[in-house]
């Protein structure tokens, strides 16, 4: 992961796509590595909020059922049982 992030740095004067491939790089290493050590990158658009594993950050009146996660704000990491970070997240509303 560090090499990647070095990688980026000393390309982004010559290049902004090859400083951007390197940070994209560094997240997916990043990702990956929290899924390795039990924590998943959680995906809650359509289901429905659960306060253990989303924090809402907003409302908007939607189509669809009340309740629902309509879109993530700040990824969240983890499971039920292991929650690293609940994912901020929008939520349905009348």
Known sequence: MVDN?????????????????????????????????GYPRLDPVGQTFDPILHEAVTTVAAEGEPGTVVDVVRAGYGTPEALLRPAGVVVARK
């Open 5 to 37: 992030l070095e990688l980026a740095l000393r390309h982004a004067d010559d290049e902004a796509r090859a400083f951007i491939d390197g940070v994209r790089a560094v997240h997916e290493q990043a990702v990956s590595t929290l899924a390795r050590l």
